[in-house]
């Protein structure tokens, strides 16, 4: 019988692990095999296989476990590594679940288990095609700015290239210099997503990471890495503009959906982390979708935090002080 055992999330994982989400077609972004690498170090994530399944776990500050749903393999694996992961941890909770994955988890362990909707992780997902075109008097607002963009002096969109390396981090510190002025963000979180852009960056061609920069009068403004996650579906892990140029965000966001455009059909530009402007940012390309993503608690697991606050839409956030209620008048629906 097969025994848990997690190991360092390694580049030997990524082939098993891709066939593993291409199996069951899994969009949610964290199942992302080069989120799950470069994220690895600041969150302690560790990797297991039990027969044809896989699984991933995550650790917070206090060390507390997160465990992804199991992919890959059959519903009987499947249910066999649930139990002994109970062998483990007695009361696992699990994180990033989609709405399929809950009732897959309701219909063969009833009653057993509490899925309660995570807003703030929730993937917004796009049409390329849309993105690429932005046609229509809603997007009037972002034509405006790349046509602003374009008409203040040449400007290129281009693969990355290994002298670009530098010129995106030093890009990246001026953005967390200006976060951090405005005292939107905690140095701690910023400095994170920096050694997770390292790694991106380095080991970008053994994650199929693909990476852009866009160029204003010969210096680069902005860029983007993405990574194909399903056969139709790519994910962008990073787009950093210079905030105070003007139309370089719209334009780095339809120049790369264009680039995409044929290739696959849908975008997922991840979540908001619960912040505000993200959010509003997000959510103002009209025709989004979002992935619904759950933390699912078994018997008394994390009783204390599930703390259920209604959100506008009538459902449930997790979130307990400080929970970002969803205002924005471009919010319209759950696809996926």
């Not at 025994?3 to 580049?11: A, G, P, Q």
Request: hydrophobic share 35%; glycine share 8%.
């Amino acid at each position: 019988m097969d025994i848990l055992v997690f190991k360092d999330i390694t580049l030997e994982y990524r082939d098993a692990w891709n066939r593993c989400i291409a199996q069951e077609n899994v969009r949610s972004c964290d199942y992302a095999f080069a989120n799950c690498f470069i994220w690895a170090d600041e969150y302690n994530a560790k990797i297991a296989s039990f027969g044809g399944c896989m699984i991933i776990f995550w650790e917070d500050e206090n060390r507390k476990r997160y465990y992804s749903f199991p992919v890959g393999g059959s519903d009987e694996e499947k249910m066999a590594l649930f139990r002994s992961l109970q062998d483990l941890d007695e009361e696992p909770v699990f994180s990033s679940v989609t709405q399929e994955q809950v009732q897959w988890m309701q219909k063969n362990f009833p009653g057993e288990y509490e899925a309660i909707p995570f807003r703030d992780g929730f993937d917004y997902v796009y049409d390329t095609e849309m993105l690429a075109e932005l046609k229509g008097g809603q997007f009037a607002g972002k034509r405006n700015h790349i046509k602003h963009f374009m008409e203040d002096g040449t400007w290129a969109f281009r693969e990355l290239e290994e002298d670009d390396i530098q010129t995106c981090l030093v890009l990246e510190d001026h953005w967390i210099k200006n976060k951090l002025e405005s005292g939107e963000d905690e140095p701690d979180p910023l400095e994170a997503e920096r050694h997770a852009l390292m790694k991106a960056l380095a080991y970008r061609k053994e994650l199929g990471i693909h990476g852009f920069v866009l160029e204003q009068n010969g210096a680069v403004v902005a860029f983007v890495l993405a990574s194909p996650q399903t056969k139709d579906q790519i994910t962008v892990h990073f787009e950093k503009a210079l905030s105070d140029v003007r139309g370089a965000y719209q334009m780095i966001n339809r120049e790369f959906a264009r680039r995409m455009k044929g290739r696959f059909a849908v975008i997922n530009r991840e979540d908001d982390a619960g912040n505000p402007g993200l959010r509003f940012a997000k959510s103002s390309y009209h025709g989004y979708g979002l992935i619904s993503n759950y933390n699912v608690y078994h018997g008394q697991a994390d009783r204390e935090r599930r703390v259920r606050v209604p959100d506008h839409g009538g459902g449930y956030n997790t979130k307990r002080e400080g929970v970002y209620y969803e205002t924005s008048p471009f919010m319209q629906k759950t696809v996926l």
